[in-house]
């Protein structure tokens, strides 16, 4: 009897798929995110937790970018990767233009694009 069970067992294990490195490796794209106008200016702002979350979202997504061009180059990036890969770039663009400096936040020298 004991053996039918780890015969049973064995069977069970054959027969269920293995983990790929793709299902351990989950997107970090969420692109929903930082899209309300009161968050964007709450992210623009130097200082804030969600500044600092954006942050921390664009380098999670930096990483993403460049596992998956890493891939692509040595030829192991699968066909359904390509899709993740333009949206992983855009994305990342998108944030980088969402937490880049306004124009007020500048810093000018004096005598350099004043008219003082």
Same mark, same amino acid.
């Given at each position: 009897? @004991? ?11 054959? +027969? +269920? ?20 106008? *009161? ?8 200082? *804030?937790?969600?500044?600092?979350? +954006?942050? !921390? ?6 990483? !993403? ?5 890493? @891939? ?27 937490? +880049?400096?306004?124009? @007020? ?12």
């Amino acid at each position: 009897m @004991d053996r039918r069970i780890v015969l049973a067992l064995a069977a069970l294990l054959l +027969a +269920a798929p293995f983990p790929s490195a793709k299902a351990e490796e989950e997107s970090v794209l969420a692109p929903y995110r930082y899209r309300n106008t *009161t968050v964007r200016e709450a992210v623009q702002t130097p200082g *804030t937790l969600e500044r600092l979350g +954006a942050q !921390q979202y664009r380098l999670r997504l930096e990483g !993403q970018v460049q596992r998956l061009d890493h @891939d692509r180059a040595r030829g192991r990036l699968a066909p359904e990767d390509r899709r993740d890969l333009l949206d992983s770039r855009a994305e990342s663009d998108r944030m980088d233009r969402l937490l +880049a400096p306004r124009r @007020d936040e500048r810093y000018l020298l004096p005598g350099v694009g004043s008219t003082r």
